[in-house]
T-cell receptor, first 114, second 115 residues
Framework: SQELEQSPQSLIVQEGKNLTINCTSSKTLYGLYWYKQKYGEGLIFLMM?????EEKSHEKITAKLDEKKQQSSLHITASQPSHAGIYLCGADWSGGTSYGKLTFGQGTILTVHP | KAGVTQTPRYLIKTRGQQVTLSCSPI?????VSWYQQTPGQGLQFLFE???????NKGNFPGRFSGRQFSNSRSEMNVSTLELGDSALYLC??????????????FGEGSRLTVL
């Protein structure tokens, strides 16, 4: 089983619908990063969470890190075609010793139909 | 402010050759890390640099190497290329040092095809 598991693997929604992507870690998270990627392109930084219970929002995207710091969720409200892409979560398990080492989940492919 | 810049964006090599990829971090960022992305293995950590020193290395063979210069720019090299090295190579930079990586920003990547 994956040490950092994302679910679902793919998601197809109608424009305007809400959706949630989950990221579950087998270890305590020192930091949890969310990125969006268009196929074959670079990763666009969305949010970083570090504190248990932390919640951050940007436009229509909200990310939360649970109290035990082993799971995060990304929620998109009123989805739009521009939200389509691959969403990746990246875990920092270093406990503060790394400079940029993340372990990534396998990604969630989001399709939004107009 | 310019983002993370990677060159070249696309390149084609043949087996046995070597390749060098370049990464210019965001101005003021001192940490640079490299990742390999393939359809089968996903996004995997290669190595990370801070103050011209490699601080951490992923589980890749010795054919993969890198370095960081005094201006924080970084290069990675892959020698004796194999077909399986075909991938998108991504560079990321961070403004923080050890202990709090802060936000990690990625470049557009270098797409390597090995024939």
């Amino acid at each position: 089983s994956q040490e950092l598991e994302q679910s679902p693997q793919s998601l197809i929604v109608q424009e305007g619908k809400n959706l949630t992507i989950n990221c579950t870690s087998s270890k305590t998270l020192y930091g949890l990063y969310w990125y969006k990627q268009k196929y074959g392109e670079g990763l666009i930084f969305l949010m970083m969470l570090q504190k248990g219970g932390e919640e951050k929002s940007h436009e229509k995207i909200t990310a939360k890190l649970d109290e035990k710091k082993q799971q995060s969720s990304l929620h998109i409200t009123a989805s739009q075609p521009s939200h389509a892409g691959i969403y990746l979560c990246g875990a920092d398990w270093s406990g503060g010793t790394s400079y940029g080492k993340l372990t990534f989940g396998q990604g969630t492919i989001l399709t939004v139909h107009p | 402010k310019a983002g993370v810049t990677q060159t070249p964006r696309y390149l084609i090599k043949t087996r046995g050759q070597q390749v060098t990829l370049s990464c210019s971090p965001i101005s003021g960022h001192r940490s640079v890390s490299w990742y390999q992305q393939t359809p089968g293995q996903g996004l995997q950590f290669l190595f990370e640099y801070f103050s011209e020193t490699q601080r951490n290395k992923g589980n890749f063979p010795g054919r993969f190497s890198g370095r960081q210069f005094s201006n924080s720019r970084s290069e990675m090299n892959v020698s004796t290329l194999e077909l399986g090295d075909s991938a998108l190579y991504l560079c990321a930079s961070s403004p923080k040092g050890k202990g709090n990586t802060g936000e990690l920003f990625f470049g557009e990547g270098s797409r390597l095809t090995v024939l």
